[in-house]
């Protein structure tokens, strides 16, 4: 079973456009099928834990003893079945070599992680509801839009492993926080409910909050870039590349993830489990970075053994220190224990490595008068922690008989570091299975034995002695990355509704008012400030539009039949000066709460930091003297007059277009959100 496309005639409708970019529902490959099955196993887990809890609650509730009888058998057949299914869910995450590369057959396989599950959501009814009682506005009239919102959740339930599922992935989390704004009020429930599940268990989390739509989406979207990351051809250096790239994104964002949103309500997402799952994808990034160094050839020098030895080192402590986090309870109840077994066998082969190494540098290379001896002396003393048998670094480098002692030594130790990797795969059903995993130690195996019997004499009595430990050391440390593909270019399914800093959930507003316009004396009563929507300002209560109900700080929505939510002050304008005898009627609304629409600081987040940014600024005209003013000269409506009591002031508002998550057009962090969610789990 490998990730090719099978054929299908299916596969023409990507080809024709149907489906959204970088998703292909239809897609027959191995790791699509394991996907179905995973979302055949949540239901049936969920069908499960139901008669579970029927059972359970009958058994407190009756207390008739064959009644009794009869559910606490029930209960033991129900909890039989949710074993079954937690071996069967635990067997999918342990197919890693359905996410291998086909042509690798010389590598050891890497772990991907599995994409959670969800629930269909249908976002028609509630956002209708909500845009009629909150913007006043018809929700009919936005059916296409939230059609298009929920065809890309639907999309992003089949991602394709490539940057193009990425990106979609990427651009639904860039909708979210708009939609956040837009739509979810925290005063308030939209009716809406977000289920997902479980990675690892298959336990359904089921909230109203949109915060747990944001977390699953970025668990997603690293565990797409794992599914990546074991695609890449590891036999070529561009394919390692990318694969390290991949990890270190993938990495990245389960961090950010992790200090995000810290009390989600599935434990494939909490903390210590994100904790370890960071461990694990830097551990396999130093596994790329060692396989990168060995790609061309290692060659059989003293320095060169010597610094792949610390390599190898460096990868097994990565191991150690994720197979360590594994074993940690409860995390060790949850993690496959195909992926503990997987780290221990890593974390000692690797280790037999690095003392292979050193055993082939002591033992084939004698000091000579050509070589270097204080560079020798000093990657020897860097070696260990301690130089063995208390000897000086020269010591052992010009005496050979040491040299061959210590050299033996390290041997001892790889032999049993490749027993013991041999004998933990052999404890694991699904590591027996990997064929290329069982080579790679048998070959290493017969290679330290080789050596040893080759520097093996009969008449040797001297004692043995143990190995030190090797000191890790790398010159490619991994480290996170925060994928730059997150901060993608998204345009607003609502854009209709208005400007989101002024239009949006936490803003309450009077339904629309019309009022018609006259001048009086070629003035309207009144200035205008805003980029869009225009906001009523300096207005004269004797005039005819204050006695129509036109209030101060009231914004134009529209004028005749042209909606002026994006207009500025120039457009409303010209859109104005037509104003004769019979008035021009206008929409306006109120904001419901006191005082401006926004106070001079207004406190937004960035990547879940508070900060504060001055939104207030001056409109001024060219000359940055004179405020605007809707007045009449004998050829044209000019906004010239300087109005002498008040400054004119307008709100810094975004344009169509907003860039990653958040409306205004600053610099961001890679995940931003409008709301500092984390802690609302």
Known sequence: MTDAI?????????????????????????????????????????????MRAGAENLLRATSNNKVREMVVLELS??????????????????SVEVYQNVQETTSIP????????????????????FILQHYSEDGSNFEDEIADLMDLRQACRTPSRSEAGIELLSAYFSHLSLLDSRFFSHTGQMGIFFTWYDSFTGMPACQQNI???????????????????????????????????????????????????????????????????????????????????????????FFCLVRMAQEAEKVAHTYEQAHQSMIQQPIKDNVPFFWSTMARVKTTHYRSLAHYFVATALLDHQLGPRDDEDKQEKALAQLYDSIPSGHSPAHILKNK???????????RRAILAQEEAIRCQSLCRHL?????LHDILQAAHQRSLAKFTENDAEDEFTDHMDAPDIVPKTEHKA????????????????????????FSAKQRWTAPRTIRL?????????????????????LDPSCHAAKEGLKEGDFIVAVKDTDCKWLGVGEVMKLLKDVDEEGVDIQVVSMMDSGLPMSAKSATYCGGIPKTYSMICLAFDEGDKKARKVTKKPSFLSWGLKNKQKSASTLSLPTADYPGTLPWAMQRSTFSSSNNNGALY
Do not use: W
Not at 432 to 436: E, G, H, T
């Open 77 to 94: 057949y129900v909890n039989s079945n949710l074993q079954l299914l937690s071996e069967e869910l635990e067997g999918l995450n342990s």
């Open 6 to 50: 099978l054929p299908d005639e299916d596969n023409r409708a990507i080809e024709n456009g149907y489906f959204k970019k970088g998703c292909n529902p239809f897609a027959q490959t191995g790791r699509s099928k394991l996907q179905n099955k995973r979302a055949s196993l949540n239901q049936q887990i969920i069908k499960q834990m139901r």
């Open 518 to 538: 006259h001048t009086e004396d070629h003035d309207l009563g009144f200035t205008l400030k805003g980029d869009g929507p225009t906001q009523v300002q300096c």
């Open 479 to 502: 480290e996170m990355e925060m994928p730059a593909s997150t901060k993608v270019k998204v345009k607003d399914f609502f854009h209709k509704l208005g400007p989101l800093p002024i």
């Open 211 to 301: 915060s747990l739509e944001k977390a699953s989406l970025l668990f997603n979207m690293g565990a797409l870039y794992t599914q990546i990351a074991t695609r890449c051809n590891r036999q070529t250096t561009s394919g390692l590349e990318d694969a390290i790239t991949a990890f270190q994104k993938s990495a990245g964002v389960l961090n950010y993830l992790k200090e995000t949103f810290t009390h989600t309500p599935s434990y494939d997402m909490s903390p210590a489990m994100l904790s370890m799952l960071v461990r694990m994808m830097l551990a396999q990034v130093q596994e790329c970075l060692y396989e990168k160094m060995v790609l061309p050839g290692i060659r059989n020098e």
């Open 432 to 436: 027996r299975k990997l064929d290329v």
């Open 401 to 411: 008989e040491e040299r061959r002692r210590i050299g033996k030594a390290h041997l």
């Open 110 to 129: 890497l772990i991907p992680l599995g994409l959670k599950e969800t629930k269909e959501v249908d976002f028609s009814v509630p956002f209708k509801d």
